[in-house]
């Protein structure tokens, strides 16, 4: 049986000391591009309907994107 206790509308600060993760700074991801394309306005970002429980990092991966990869590449679909 699970003991993790849950709490509600509160939202969760990662333990990692402000740090993103190395591996999301490497490549440019799905998510990460569609931040970059709504120039980071979280009020149209897909995840933002999802109602998740976490502050997101995602325009400062951004950054770091930006600054070792470059611009992602688009390719029409």
């Known amino acids: 049986m699970n003991n993790i206790d849950i709490i509600?509308?509160?939202?969760?600060?990662p333990q990692n000391n402000g740090e993103i993760s190395?591996?999301?700074t490497?490549?440019?991801?799905?998510q990460a591009?569609?931040?970059y394309t709504i120039c980071a306005?979280?009020?149209?970002c897909s995840l933002s309907?999802?109602?998740?429980?976490f502050i997101c990092q995602m325009p400062?991966?951004?950054k770091q994107l930006l600054a070792s990869c470059?611009?992602?590449?688009?390719?029409?679909?």
């Open 33 to 35: 591009i569609e931040c």
């Open 22 to 24: 190395e591996s999301i």
């Open 70 to 77: 470059g611009e992602p590449q688009m390719t029409p679909i």
């Open 26 to 30: 490497q490549n440019w991801t799905e």
């Open 8 to 13: 509600d509308d509160e939202e969760y600060y």
């Open 49 to 53: 309907k999802g109602n998740y429980s």
């Open 60 to 62: 400062r991966v951004v």
């Open 41 to 44: 306005n979280c009020k149209k």
